[in-house]
Every structure is written in structure tokens, then in C-alpha cells.
């Protein structure tokens, strides 16, 4: 088993390298944006701007690779990745940063699928749900521990746009100097919106509210943590615990998931979403512990939606449509993520921090009401796929969505 591992160490190395520098680079934007006096709005144009590029580059790296090659075409993403870091630092200005940060996500979502497909190249049968296993592990670990390097200096300095910058040119030598052969084509989706709503409404709809929310939170916790008080360290943990939250719950949730009907269980945790929510519009609190668990439960309760989501959307899919259903879901998600950022800004700046919560609460709100509604209007489906635990939707890639495909 060693043996037949050992080719993925290369593709695992460049992977964590990749997602350790974005894990980097999309905390310390919107916290030194922050300091330097960015408007709430204009820091949600951030996650705006990364959402635009991000959906982008999932769908037109196939074309670009198809032209270019894949290590030519991965060299190129890391490379503009690090240049865009760079000038985030050379200019500090909004008006820079947002589309330097669409850049960056454009360049974030090519090398990503790259690298996938080498992973899906070497996927086989057997050996598929362990390297995606694997995968997940090294999203899940790398992502955070870009995010908590952060508690280690200060952000008003250059180091850590400068280390961010270096990781990602270091992300391109394990497949440049690899002797992995270039994988098969790309996987390329299209977005058919009234097919995906004639296989499941409840699916398009909750996953476009999941896109709104799951977005804002990850483009703006930063700033809410640092507008009510919080130290560094603190807000590194503030972004970081709910990530670690959500993967640990997707067990359970796993569990219960294929045990009973998706949307019942969508309906619980969306209930407990929105309990989340009003703890922290209403709290008034500004205890770094306390919040610190209340993001904790707040990240195990919206990180699980989206693969329930998923799962819920393939019962209903005809056999073989497993790609182009979570393919199209990931670009609904997609257009939600660019709605939700600005949303959120816009909010935050008009009304307070807090706002951000009422944001992603009237998202999980309509989750739950939406949800009973098609409850009460069809019945549950009288076969069901297994539930397969996934990195956030904000980090798949068609490439990943392939490369869990059984």
C-alpha cells in the first residue's frame, strides 16, 4: 500500500503548499484591510472578487489546459497567484485589491484542478476513497495552518503577503520536477440550471443560501472578530475553529444523513444554523471564549450542509449523472458566493459587525422554510446513496467533485 502511495506524495506536497498559502492569503487581506480602513463593503467586495475568479478559473482552466498543457498551465496560476499577492501588497487600495483578489481566485481554482487531476489519474477503484480521504485530510490541515501562522507575527508588516507569495511559487515544483506523467484531460461542467431544479429544488435552492452565507462568513469573520475586540491569535482561532468544527461533524451528520431523509436532517442543522445566529446577534458579548465556541457551532452546523446538500441532489439523479449534478451544484454555490460577500459588507457597514449573522441567518431561515415547504409538497426519495464527507465549497474544484466520484 506504501508502494502504490508513494507517486501521490509529490501531488499531496504541491496540494498542501497550495492551500497553506491561500489559507494565508485570504485571512490576512481582509484583516489588514481592516486596519488600514477599508470599509466593511469594500471588504466584502473581496470575497466578491475571489468568488468571480474562482468560478472562472473552474471553468476555463479546461480550455486554457487543453491549449498550453497541464504543467505549463499550473506554473502559470502559482505564479500570477504569488504576483497578485504581491501587488495586494505594493498598493494598498480597494480599488486594487478587488480585482487583483478575483486573480487570485481565478489563478487559486486552476492550479487546484490541475493538481487534482493529477490525484484522479492515479485514482483507481480501490484506492479512490482513500486518496480522497487523504486529500480532504490535507485541505483541511493545510488551509488552517496557512490561517494560524498568522498568530505568529504582525499584520501591518509585509512578511506574511511575502510568505504567501513564496508558498505558492513553492506549490509548482513538486509537479515541475516530478516525474509524474501528465494526467488526462480536465473535467469540464456546465451550469443547467433547469435541470438541476427539475432533479431537486430543494438542492438548487440550498445550496445557492449556503453559497450566500457560507461566502460572507469566510470573507468577513475576520473583520467581525476584529471589530468587537479581538487580538491576532484570537481572530486566526475565530476563522480557524469552524473549519475544524465542520469536519468533524460531517461524521455524525454522515450518519444520520443516510440513516434518515436528507431534508429532515437539512432542516435540523439549518434550525440550529439559525440558534447560532441569533446567539451572536443578540448576545452582546465580546468575550473572545465565548464567541470562540459559538463559531465553533456555528461552523458544525453550516460546513455539513453543503455535502448533505449533494447527497440529497444524487438520490434523485439519474445513474451516472454523479459529475454533472455536483458540477452544477458547485456553480450555483459559486454564484451564491458572489452574492453573499458584498451582501454582508454592505450590511456590516450600514448596521454593525453583527450584521454579518443576520446575513447568514435570513440564508439559513429561508433554508429551513424552503426545505419543510417541499417536504409537505413530495415525498422522500426511496433510495439513497451513501453520504461522502467533502472539503468546504468554497475549495471544490470539478476536479475534486470527479475524484469523489465512485
Not at 88 to 111: E, M, Q, Y
Not at 253 to 276: K, M, P, Y
Amino acid at each position: 500500500m506504501t508502494r502504490n502511495f508513494m507517486p501521490l506524495v509529490a501531488l499531496f506536497a504541491g496540494t498542501a503548499l497550495l492551500l497553506f498559502a491561500g489559507g494565508i492569503n485570504g485571512l490576512i487581506l481582509p484583516i489588514r484591510g481592516d486596519a488600514e480602513g477599508f470599509s466593511a463593503t469594500s471588504l466584502g467586495l473581496l470575497g466578491t472578487g475571489w468568488a468571480v475568479g474562482y468560478v472562472g478559473g473552474c471553468m476555463l482552466t479546461p480550455r486554457l489546459v487543453a491549449r498550453v498543457g497541464h504543467i505549463r498551465t499550473f506554473g502559470a496560476m502559482c505564479a500570477l497567484a504569488a504576483i497578485a499577492v504581491l501587488v495586494s501588497l505594493l498598493v494598498i487600495s480597494s480599488t486594487v485589491w478587488i480585482p487583483v483578489r478575483a486573480l487570485s481566485g481565478f489563478c487559486f481554482a486552476g492550479s487546484a484542478m490541475i493538481a487534482e487531476s493529477w490525484l484522479n489519474e492515479k485514482a483507481d477503484a480501490r484506492s479512490r476513497g482513500r486518496i480522497f480521504g487523504i486529500y480532504t485530510m490535507v485541505n483541511l490541515a493545510a488551509t488552517t495552518a496557512g490561517q494560524m501562522v498568522l498568530t505568529l507575527g504582525d499584520a501591518s508588516g509585509i512578511f506574511f503577503f511575502v510568505l504567501a507569495a513564496i508558498v505558492y511559487c513553492l506549490a509548482l515544483l513538486p509537479t515541475a520536477i516530478g516525474a509524474t506523467t501528465s494526467p488526462t484531460p480536465l473535467t469540464e461542467v456546465k451550469l443547467d440550471v433547469f435541470s438541476l431544479w427539475a432533479n431537486s429544488p430543494v438542492a438548487v435552492f440550498a445550496v445557492l443560501m449556503v453559497g450566500i452565507s457560507n461566502s460572507a462568513f469566510g470573507t468577513l469573520a475576520a473583520v467581525y472578530a476584529g471589530r468587537v475586540g479581538f487580538s491576532l491569535g484570537d481572530i486566526a482561532l475565530f476563522a480557524s475553529i469552524p473549519i475544524l468544527s465542520g469536519a468533524l461533524a460531517q461524521i455524525p451528520v454522515g450518519i444520520a444523513s443516510d440513516r434518515f431523509d436528507r431534508r429532515h436532517v437539512l432542516v435540523v442543522i439549518s434550525v440550529l444554523a439559525v440558534v447560532t445566529d441569533l446567539c451572536f446577534l443578540t448576545i452582546g458579548s465580546t468575550d473572545p471564549t465565548l464567541l470562540l465556541i459559538l463559531s465553533g457551532f456555528f461552523g458544525a452546523t453550516v460546513f455539513v450542509m453543503y455535502p448533505v446538500i449533494v447527497a440529497h441532489a444524487n438520490d434523485h439523479a439519474a445513474p451516472g449523472t454523479f459529475i454533472q449534478v455536483s458540477g452544477g451544484l458547485l456553480l450555483v454555490s459559486g454564484i451564491g458566493s458572489i452574492v453573499g460577500p458584498t451582501v454582508a459588507g454592505i450590511a456590516m457597514a450600514s448596521i454593525s459587525a453583527a450584521a454579518l449573522f443576520l446575513v447568514t441567518g435570513i440564508c439559513h431561515v429561508c433554508i429551513t422554510l424552503f426545505t419543510l415547504y417541499r417536504i409537505k409538497k413530495s415525498a422522500a426519495p426511496t433510495e439513497k446513496g451513501s453520504f461522502q464527507a467533502s472539503p468546504m465549497s468554497r475549495g471544490l474544484t470539478p476536479e475534486t467533485i470527479a475524484l469523489a466520484a465512485e
